[in-house]
């Protein structure tokens, strides 16, 4: 079993480049094997998630090569892709799996999906549903709500959907389903969710309306092959980003990092704590970026909730961090939607922070980090989820002694170079930056 090891910090110093966005990568791949002609991806997440993407499409007969640094895609169109002869496997990746959800919905073909242990616990009817308003035969356990999942589309009925989450991975599903109907499809969220998916379908030449928070798109528009160029990771730079305002005599550049409006909650919330962020905006063509530089800061905690959630929903577990090294407490509201990520997210979160003694709360949808806290060095586990491990990891670093993070493999999933870039930046001896 992988493990990390991490001793109290005598600082963080230096400029690292974050890796390419999660949501988009995904995106990138996805869209560019639909479309029509050749797309180049410059900065694709090369993590297993993005990974399991990429496979799926490539068993349904897309070529998708990496050339250098890009990745490469010659698209089969709406239309082209082949019935995979195997059950795709989407990993540990929601995105993959919902999203792909939507576009085998059009196919004229049954495919099977699963994913690993985690994604079979993660609820699935919130895509179902609305794919079976729209005419496609899904079966799977418990009526359809968990994978391993059969899907037989072909063409589609157009739906009206007001979904009850703000869930980018639900509203993304239906809009690439609405790709296949017959007629315009629309999706309507109590909050909005990354709209990354609007933007890039934009990119392929597909028109979308949005009229007061409701998208529509038009079926049977075709996508045509583009450059996409990913920035960094926000939820990825988060990690970095608090760590270098909670350890003394830290400094730390992140460059690249994506700044899309639905992204940036962490920020925000990161600055009303008293945060010393400089963000420094990038020119340049696509989803927008910036360098991105923090210092060593004292935070005092502040409540989170509303429709500021959805901007911020990945980066809650390192905000907890955040929050136990803070003045006075931080209540996190409206966060029923951690329960079910990669792991109960409430309750692994409040678990291993408690493991280096900080006092929290646990509640049905919320939960309150006491700050003030002086956390020692501890054993904790990632209970196989990617960010839990992560945040262990920074916390270690401003714990007295030592502590181990136990099972941290998932990293990979998202981040693979964490714990690498986390050596980069250690000042090794007093003084030495
Ligand atoms: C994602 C949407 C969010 C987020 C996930 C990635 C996406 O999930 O938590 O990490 O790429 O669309 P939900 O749609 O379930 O909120």
């Known amino acids: 079993m992988e ?33 029509e002609g050749r797309t180049v991806i410059t900065n694709f997440l090369e993590s297993e998630d993005c990974i399991s993407t990429a496979d799926c499409f490539r068993e349904m007969g897309v070529k998708i090569t990496r050339i250098g640094e890009k990745v490469e895609i010659k698209g089969a169109g709406l239309h082209g892709l082949k019935a995979p002869s195997r059950i795709l496997d989407a990993g540990n990746s929601g995105t993959t799996l919902r999203l792909m959800m939507g576009i085998l919905a059009g196919q004229p073909f049954t495919s099977r999906i699963t994913g690993d242990a985690s994604l079979q616990r993660r609820p699935m009817l919130r895509v179902v549903a609305p794919l079976r308003e729209m005419g496609v035969m899904v079966e799977g356990k418990e009526n359809g709500n968990f994978c391993p999942l059969a899907i037989t589309g072909g063409k589609l009925k157009p739906l009206d959907f007001v979904s009850n989450v703000a869930s980018a991975q639900a509203k993304s599903c239906i809009l690439l389903a609405g790709l296949y109907a017959d007629g315009v499809t629309s999706v309507k969220e109590p909050a909005k969710s990354r709209d990354h998916t609007e933007r890039m379908l934009a990119e392929f030449g ?36 608090i760590a270098g305002a909670l350890v003394p005599n830290s400094e730390i550049t ?26 420094k905006k990038r020119k340049g063509r696509g989803e ?27 980066e809650i577990p390192i905000l907890a961090v955040a929050a136990a090294m803070a003045k006075g407490k931080m209540v996190f509201k409206n966060i029923g939607e951690l329960r079910v990520k990669e792991s109960d997210r409430i309750k692994t979160v409040c678990s291993e922070l408690s493991k280096f003694g900080v006092k929290t709360k646990e509640m049905k949808d ?50 693979p170079e964490f714990e690498n870039l986390l050596g980069k930046l250690q000042v090794r001896h007093a003084g030495n930056y």
């Open 3 to 35: 493990n990390i090891t991490v001793h109290a910090s005598r600082g963080l110093r230096g400029t690292i480049d974050i890796p390419g966005d999660k949501s988009i990568s995904h995106r990138s791949v996805m869209f560019g094997s639909i479309a």
């Open 206 to 241: 597909v028109k979308l309306r949005e009229v007061k928070g409701k998208i529509s798109i038009r079926g049977g528009q075709a996508l045509k092959g583009c450059a996409i160029t990913v920035p960094g990771d926000i939820s990825s730079a988060a990690f970095f980003l």
């Open 254 to 279: 992140v460059k690249n990092v994506g700044i899309n409006p639905t992204r940036t909650g962490v920020l925000e919330v990161l600055k009303q704590m008293g945060a010393k962020l400089v963000i």
């Open 288 to 314: 927008p970026s910036a360098d991105i530089t923090v210092r060593s800061s004292k935070l005092k905690g502040v409540t989170v909730k509303g429709s500021i959630i959805p901007r911020l929903i990945d």
């Open 366 to 415: 919320s939960m309150i980090i006491y700050g003030n806290s002086k956390p020692k060095g501890a054993l904790t586990l990632s209970h196989g989820d990617h960010r839990v491990a992560m945040l262990a990891a920074v916390l270690g670093l401003v714990a007295e002694g030592e502590t181990r993070v136990y099972d941290t493999a998932c990293i990979k999933t998202s981040f």
